[in-house]
């Protein structure tokens, strides 16, 4: 029945794009218009939008003409027009939706049609790259076309400074990586003054590379993390034990990358604690061994899950993260949670502390947060599903400017890894001698450099693209079409380098020598270009741009990413997945019947085989994986979202505080709700039976307010436990007012400010934590037939509750119990001395610290600390006044 109505009246797609064609040819009849004006005349336009817009238009009222003058002085200032099928693009964009878009078909010019058109707003349009080379480029480089038109264009890129990065933000339009757009929010969340504020609000935004962002990357959550207590050699001693394991002590689930000891193991890792005197007594299960367990399980892990030169690699003493679906490292990042610890110690390099979660998000969280959301890659369509369902976004497959005549061949299957490697390099050889340009794509750096000596060995020149020659990708990407190019690729996803058949001139001018002179340039530019011309030729000629697989990704869209380098804008161009029954996906998620499968087919050594019956089934492989991972998001992103409604609450409470310039009526009601609260603790029953003495001495003791709750019973107008509150709240009032007659009321003002928000962070830091632990230990719930996520949201609802109180009751006892004297000279204020870092799960950063002077009350060196520790001030901040 789908199939019939999809006959009769066209796909989903087919109808949106059928939509969106009178918008080409509207912003077509424009075009003799805008291409009349003068310069002056056509960056003026952008003005006489902005007005339109404020007397009441919207930006899709303007959209044709607007498209219309973006495409024009793109013409003048970039030599580049854009073709019709980026129109139907940009409306796409536009819409807050999905553009799929064939490799080379020109997103980035596509995107600034739609990013113009949603800055003349002035509420800024953010452009979310994978990388900051990226962001820097597009940012350069668009930049002259939006400068034209009179829009200024920023970019965020890892280690600038604040200021760099809140005029970057205050800018009509802002380039910048996705860690840097959600770190900047968290970290705008953490401030202590509104000057220290860089972003502006989430109005518009396109994701790039979208599928790698919001699905790849969105498995880990953003997280601000700080020093927790040092592991000391815990972990080192603990993977010297973990080595000394058997098989038989664990169980490995490489389908859900698991990992747990059995019973035998259990009690071999007990045996080895206490041979090691890291255990006197008890089971790994008791809680004060809690610490061992959790570094054991983390050794184990990093031990037989994760493996060198696969996951990560050992560089200067350190654990370098590779990114599973880029290929490429990320340093600086690290896994949380003891991993990235474990990993250390399994390579005996040093080993840093552990981190403590200070803030964090989900991806999904921080892009739910625009108030329009669109995105362009050229594979999107197989994860369409996950994005409307987490994301409410549409992806709609845009048609490409020319046919693509790429050659898609079938895979071929080998028995073992053997074989498979022994086809492909006589594969690349036999097709080397063409002279057609060859993208060899692995999985690992393990692969590619095993690939790489096979290569050497039979004298064939290559390149090789992977971490560790991530300075020279985009060189390396740009030249990969040039005649007899042999690359070797790890993960070509995101690259954002167009591969060009006879080589990329604009890349080999750029690195034309500094010292040559303007003429000498010229000469050797029209040289390059020619000779690039004429590659072009040859390399169609033998077929364009081949690309061999060397194994099937987990994700289909991963492949065809690798699968979309060739066929740019009309070119020729080959395909082809090598597999054997050694591969991983084949392996874990194919298993006996697969080979079964190979056997009946007459499968045999060194033989290469092609059956609909395969192909089927490794398609069904990688439909399993995705769904598993989908269902892995899926659950990150259940758990964020009870936090997020908890976030929510405590981020806009924290940045109404810290743009107030007075947080008087904040204290008043925290008083308020003190006088309630110690009401209901002692004055229970008859005013007989109320417990005056006890309120007396909480009153004293708890918050230094000298008053006798009898004398008010006795000589005022004291009958009912509502007139006991107002003369507690009116006692507190008056504690505080004789402090502010000492130190001026600017000065009380600032400390109030100062002090509510240095006890919201301390306790919502702990609430994190408390979080994390609850997190862990409600899967075990399941055991218990019950739902861990239900059990988790009702707990941690009263966890925030708990911490909501813990806020106002601190705050008083600190504001309270702070003595002031007048005569005491300024000093530096205290300030939190722990650094704070920020990563992807993962990434460590220590941040500026700043020095503040005193404009507030002298905290007492025997009081207790204003930040909520519980220490005396003297043992916590006032070590360092």
Same mark, same amino acid.
């Given at each position: ?8 009246f066209?796909s ?5 794009l ?17 291409q009349a004006?003068?310069? %002056?005349a056509l960056?003026?336009k952008?003005?006489?939008? !902005?007005? !339109?817009? $404020? ?5 899709d ?9 973006v495409?024009?002085?793109?013409s003048?200032?970039?030599g580049?027009?854009?073709f019709?099928?980026q129109l ?18 020109g997103?980035?010019?596509?995107a ?8 003349l ?6 452009v979310?790259?994978? &990388?900051?080379?990226l ?10 076309l ?8 920023g970019?965020?890129? $890892?280690g ?11 800018a009509?339009?802002?380039?910048g990586?996705? &860690?840097?757009f959600?770190?900047?929010?968290l970290?705008?969340?953490?401030a ?16 790039d590379?979208?599928?790698s ?8 959550p953003?997280?601000?993390s700080g ?5 000391g050699e ?11 394991l ?13 990992v #747990?000891f059995?019973?035998?193991?259990n ?11 890291l255990?006197?007594e ?5 809680p004060?061994?809690? &610490?061992l ?12 899950l994760f493996?060198?030169e696969v996951?990560?690699?050992v560089?200067?003493?350190e ?6 679906f880029t290929?490429?490292m ?14 250390e ?21 921080y ?5 329009k959301l ?11 599903e996950e994005f ?5 976004l549409?992806?709609v ?11 898609d061949?079938?895979d071929?299957?080998?028995?073992d890894a053997?074989?498979?490697?022994s086809?492909?390099?006589?594969d690349?050889?036999s ?12 999985i690992s750096? %393990? ?7 096979e290569l ?9 693209? &992977?971490a560790k ?5 985009? %060189?390396?990407v ?12 790890t993960n070509?996803?995101?690259r954002?380098t ?5 080589? $990329?001139?604009d ?10 002179s ?24 033998a077929g364009?741009?081949?690309?061999l697989?060397?194994?099937r990704?987990?994700s289909?869209?991963i492949?065809n990413?690798l699968?979309?380098r ?22 874990i998620?194919g298993?006996e019947?697969?080979?079964?499968m190979?056997?009946?087919l ?5 033989e290469?085989?092609?059956?609909p ?7 069904? #492989?990688q ?10 998001r899926?659950q990150?992103?259940?758990?964020d ?6 976030r929510d609450?405590?981020?806009?409470q924290?940045?109404?505080l810290?743009?107030?310039d007075?947080?008087t009526?904040v204290?008043d009601?925290m008083q ?9 603790e ?7 039976e109320?417990?005056?003495d ?6 004293n003791?708890?918050f ?5 709750p009898?004398?008010?019973l006795?000589?005022?107008?004291v ?11 009116a006692?507190?009032?008056a504690?505080?007012a004789a ?11 600032h400390?109030?400010?100062y002090?509510v928000?240095?006890?919201?962070d301390?306790?919502w830091?702990e ?11 409600v899967g ?6 019950k739902q861990p996520i239900?059990?988790?949201k009702?707990?941690s ?8 109180d ?11 119990r702070?003595?002031v ?7 530096e204020e205290?300030? %939190?001395?722990?650094?704070?870092n ?9 941040e ?14 025997n009081d207790p ?9 003297k ?6 006044g």
């Amino acid at each position: 029945m789908f199939s019939i109505l999809t006959k009769l009246f066209g796909s989903r797609n087919e109808r949106l794009l059928k939509d969106l064609w009178p918008i080409a040819k509207q912003v077509n009849d424009f075009e003799a218009d805008v291409q009349a004006l003068s310069d %002056e005349a056509l960056a003026a336009k952008t003005e006489e939008f !902005r007005g !339109r817009l $404020n007397d009441g238009a919207t930006v899709d009222d303007l959209l044709p003409e607007a498209f219309a003058v973006v495409r024009e002085a793109s013409s003048r200032v970039l030599g580049m027009r854009h073709f019709d099928v980026q129109l139907i693009g940009a409306g796409i964009l536009n819409q807050g939706k999905i553009a799929e878009m064939k490799t080379g078909e020109g997103k980035t010019l596509m995107a600034t049609l739609a990013v113009y058109l949603n800055a003349l707003s002035g509420k800024g349009a953010h452009v979310v790259t994978v &990388n900051d080379y990226l962001a820097k480029r597009d940012a350069e480089h668009m930049g002259e076309l939006y400068g034209f038109l009179g829009l200024s264009t920023g970019v965020i890129v $890892n280690g600038i400074p604040s200021e760099e990065r809140r005029a970057a933000y205050a800018a009509d339009i802002t380039y910048g990586t996705n &860690n840097e757009f959600g770190f900047d929010y968290l970290r705008d969340n953490m401030a202590f003054n509104k000057e220290d504020l860089v972003q502006r609000g989430h109005h518009y935004a396109i994701v790039d590379e979208v599928d790698s962002i919001l699905v790849d990357e969105a498995r880990t959550p953003l997280i601000i993390s700080g020093p927790a207590e040092a592991a000391g050699e815990l972990y080192g001693q603990t993977d010297a034990l973990i080595k000394q394991l058997v098989e038989e002590d664990y169980e490995k689930d490489e389908k859900d990358k698991a990992v #747990s000891f059995t019973e035998l193991g259990n009690e071999h890792m007990e045996q080895l604690f206490r041979d090691a005197n890291l255990m006197p007594e008890g089971t790994l299960y008791d809680p004060e061994n809690v &610490n061992l367990m959790h570094a054991a399980t983390q050794c184990l892990r990093a031990n037989t899950l994760f493996t060198r030169e696969v996951d990560y690699i050992v560089r200067d003493d350190e654990v370098v993260i590779i990114d599973e679906f880029t290929g490429r490292m990320m340093p600086g990042r690290r896994y949380s949670d003891g991993q990235h610890q474990a990993l250390e110690a399994k390579e005996n390099v040093t080993v840093q502390p552990e981190n403590q979660t200070l803030a964090s998000i989900t991806f999904q969280n921080y892009f739910r947060m625009y108030d329009k959301l669109a995105g362009m890659t050229g594979t999107a369509d197989t994860e369409a599903e996950e994005f409307h369902k987490i994301y409410k976004l549409e992806v709609v497959i845009v048609p490409t400017n020319r046919d693509m005549i790429r050659q898609d061949m079938p895979d071929v299957i080998y028995r073992d890894a053997a074989d498979k490697y022994s086809a492909i390099i006589t594969d690349i050889e036999s097709l080397h001698k063409t002279n057609a340009p060859i993208l060899v794509g692995t999985i690992s750096i %393990e692969k590619s450099e095993v690939l790489s000596e096979e290569l050497t060995k039979r004298g064939i020149k290559h390149e090789v693209l &992977n971490a560790k020659q991530h300075a020279r990708e985009a %060189e390396i990407v740009s030249q990969a079409g040039r005649k007899g190019a042999v690359t070797i690729a790890t993960n070509m996803a995101g690259r954002g380098t167009d591969i060009m058949l006879g080589g $990329n001139p604009d890349m080999l001018i750029a690195a034309l020598p500094a010292k040559l002179s303007d003429a000498d340039r010229e000469v050797k530019a029209k040289e390059i270009r020619e000779a690039c011309a004429a590659e072009h030729i040859e390399v169609v000629e033998a077929g364009g741009l081949h690309i061999l697989g060397t194994e099937r990704h987990e994700s289909r869209r991963i492949d065809n990413q690798l699968r979309g380098r060739a066929g740019r804008q009309g070119d020729p161009g080959l395909t082809r997945f090598y597999l054997s029954l050694d591969d991983d996906l084949m392996r874990i998620f194919g298993g006996e019947k697969m080979q079964s499968m190979m056997t009946k087919l007459g499968f045999e050594e060194g033989e290469a085989i092609e059956h609909p019956w395969v192909t089927k089934a490794i398609e069904n #492989s990688q439909k399993k994986v995705e769904g598993r991972n989908f269902d892995v998001r899926k659950q990150l992103l259940e758990y964020d979202d009870v936090m997020n409604q908890q976030r929510d609450v405590v981020y806009s409470q924290r940045r109404e505080l810290l743009e107030a310039d007075d947080v008087t009526d904040v204290v008043d009601d925290m008083q308020a709700d003190l006088s309630g609260r110690l009401v209901t603790e002692f004055l229970h029953g008859h005013t007989e039976e109320w417990a005056l003495d006890e309120l007396r001495d909480a009153l004293n003791e708890r918050f230094t307010v000298e008053a006798d709750p009898k004398l008010w019973l006795e000589h005022d107008d004291v009958d009912t436990a509502e007139d006991m509150a107002g003369k507690i709240h009116a006692a507190l009032t008056a504690h505080m007012a004789a402090k502010e007659e000492i130190t001026g009321a600017e000065q009380m003002r600032h400390f109030e400010k100062y002090l509510v928000l240095q006890i919201f962070d301390h306790l919502w830091k702990e609430h994190l934590l408390a979080m994390d632990h609850l997190r862990q230990s409600v899967g075990l719930r399941g055991y218990a037939q019950k739902q861990p996520i239900q059990e988790y949201k009702r707990e941690s609802f009263e966890l925030f509750e708990t911490m909501l109180d813990k806020v106002r009751e601190e705050t008083m006892i600190a504001m309270h119990r702070v003595q002031v004297e007048q005569e005491e000279p300024l000093v530096e204020e205290p300030q %939190e001395s722990t650094p704070v870092n920020y990563n992807l799960g993962e990434e460590d950063e220590p941040e500026a610290q700043h020095t503040y002077k005193r404009e507030h009350p002298k905290v007492g060196r025997n009081d207790p600390c204003p930040c909520g520790s519980g220490k005396k001030y003297k043992q916590c901040h006032g070590k360092h006044g």
